[in-house]
């Protein structure tokens, strides 16, 4: 098992110094050094690590600080938005993914981006209706069905509007399509949204219909051999569900990222789906 999974998710405490300090570069690669750091900071003492930990606390207030400034000023001028990807653990990062409506809404708002991104505190990541959906390999979102489902939250006292859990798990599968690998952040994400309440049955609707059930699967099995939660959406494909349970078993032995099989990139790029009478029969 990856050591950087074992520290984070599993409480394993390392003492071995270069071990520990080594493992800072691939947290950050991973996007986890806040909460790697603060993790290794409640067991070991080290200067280093004490050092990188205030680096990127002092960081994360800065990130926080430009993001609430951002939404305020959105929200200030009237202009509708929806916080799209939102980490859901301790980060600190200069990305904002931001979905809008309409072009006409996107470019209303393309100065204010601009603006922001000038100061350097975040970068803006807008998406729109129209002219860039959210995408990953051949797979694209509509908008306005995202829109549809939205809700709202609160992030620092601000109310916002965010993508409903299931759209949220949804994305993260999406982003890992973008990227080809699995970013320990998004593998992260995930597994918390699915520890709060969301609706099994509408999750594998979707996941069916946006043609993600492969990568689906694929990550709830890496979850299971990392020891981390069952699967709760089965792929009704015997063959091809054992094939990917393989893949995944295989890949829970790499390190973080973790690269996609090939054949689940390809079943993405088919738009593999399940037919309709299967896919409402996925559950355990």
Excluded at 161 to 166: C, M
């Amino acid at each position: 098992m990856d050591k950087l999974v074992a520290i984070i998710l599993h409480d394993s405490k390392a003492t071995d110094k270069e071990l520990l300090r080594d493992l800072v570069n691939r947290a950050e690669e991973n996007r986890v050094p806040l909460i790697y750091l603060r993790t290794v900071s409640r067991f070991y003492s080290d200067p280093y690590i004490s050092s990188k930990l205030e680096t990127w606390e002092r960081n994360k207030r800065r990130y926080d600080l430009g993001f609430l400034k951002l939404l305020q000023r959105l929200i200030s001028d009237d202009i509708e938005f929806t916080l799209v990807k939102q980490a859901l653990y301790p980060r600190a990062s200069y990305d904002a993914d931001l979905l809008f409506r309409t072009t006409e809404e996107f470019e209303r708002v393309y100065p204010i981006l601009q603006e922001t991104a000038r100061l350097g505190l975040i970068r803006p990541d807008p998406h729109a209706g129209g002219i860039r959906h959210m995408r990953g390999c051949t797979i694209e979102i509509p908008t306005e069905e995202l829109w549809s489902r939205r809700q709202k939250k609160s992030f620092n006292g601000t109310e916002v509007y965010v993508p409903s859990i299931e759209d949220q798990i949804i994305l993260f599968h999406l982003h890992m399509l973008k990227h080809r690998e699995i970013f320990l952040g998004d593998f992260i994400s995930i597994l918390h949204l699915y520890n709060t309440n969301h609706n099994s049955v509408l999750l594998s609707r979707l996941a069916n219909k946006y043609s993600l059930s492969p990568i689906f699967h694929f990550v709830s099995y890496l979850f299971h051999y990392l020891k981390l939660r069952e699967p709760e959406i089965k792929l009704n494909m015997p063959a091809l569900s054992q094939f990917i349970k393989f893949l995944a078993c295989k890949k829970s032995q790499e390190l973080f990222p973790v690269r996609l099989p090939k054949v689940i990139l390809g079943l993405s790029v088919l738009h593999f789906r399940l037919r309709e009478e299967c896919a409402s029969s996925q559950f355990y």
